[in-house]
């Protein structure tokens, strides 16, 4: 594994709060593509991709999970929503989230349940409705397809349990996911996954939040929190 240290216009690009766990370079077309992973301090990581160009680093992704550039064309059926799911579909997800908590072991997932919030949010989801809301397992590019879909945020008290709480990564920090359960505002609870911590080393889906812990986590690093109803999954478009 390459060293951080190797690269210092790129180490000046990411988080001084995360500690990087992993330096991957990848050859594409010609070009340089290095990937850092970083973990945060009882909090989950996050993937930085970067273009080099000489000794000059360009910051081109940040994500939960970002993916190095495929070679050659790939062609992939975009994902398509045809409005939201039923209130009787939303319960199942809220009834799943609650029976996953400490049985749902997450390590199966990106980076060793590290970079996981994303896949265990959609598995809790496929488990409950047979349904995936999307193939990613990073929050910018599942909100990003949100509102490609047409997905409307909506205040959380107007939604019910089993609709989605997400902080999506921005340039100022990596995101987050979860599923909305019982309560009223601020202390309505939150379930998502648990990432490996030093107190608590097993990754697996837990209620850790709540609505006001949720979005003033996510507030302290400049980031937005959104409230939506779960999407109803149409045909592929192409």
């Not at 997905?151 to 920090?173: F, Q, Y």
Request: charged share 20%; net charge neutral.
């Amino acid at each position: 594994m390459n060293s951080i240290d190797h690269y210092p216009g790129l180490k000046a690009q990411l988080d001084p709060k995360g500690k990087v766990s992993k330096v991957e370079t990848q050859e594409r077309g010609g070009q340089t593509y290095i990937r850092v992973t970083q973990h945060f301090a009882d909090h989950e990581g996050g993937q930085y991709l970067f273009k080099m160009a000489a000794q000059n680093a360009e910051l081109i992704a940040v994500d939960n999970v970002v993916e190095f550039p495929s070679e050659g064309t790939v062609i992939q059926a975009a994902i398509s929503y045809s409005g939201t799911m039923s209130d009787s579909d939303h319960a199942k997800v809220a009834q799943e989230a609650i029976d996953q908590v400490d049985k749902f072991k997450t390590g199966d997932g990106p980076d060793h349940g590290n970079l996981a919030c994303m896949w265990a949010c959609r598995h809790v989801v496929f488990f409950a409705v047979n349904v995936w809301i999307t193939k990613s397992d990073g929050t910018a590019t599942f909100y990003d397809e949100l509102q490609r879909g047409g997905m409307k945020p909506e205040k959380a008290d107007n939604l019910p349990p089993g609709a989605l709480i997400i902080s999506p990564t921005t340039s100022k920090g990596v995101g987050h996911v979860g599923i909305l359960g019982a309560g009223k505002g601020g202390d309505r609870l939150v379930y998502s996954n648990h990432s490996p911590s030093h107190r608590d080393p097993v990754a697996r889906w837990k209620q850790n939040y709540t609505v006001k812990t949720f979005t003033d986590a996510h507030s302290a690093i400049g980031l937005r929190t959104y409230f939506y109803r779960l999407p109803m999954v149409g045909p592929a478009v192409s």
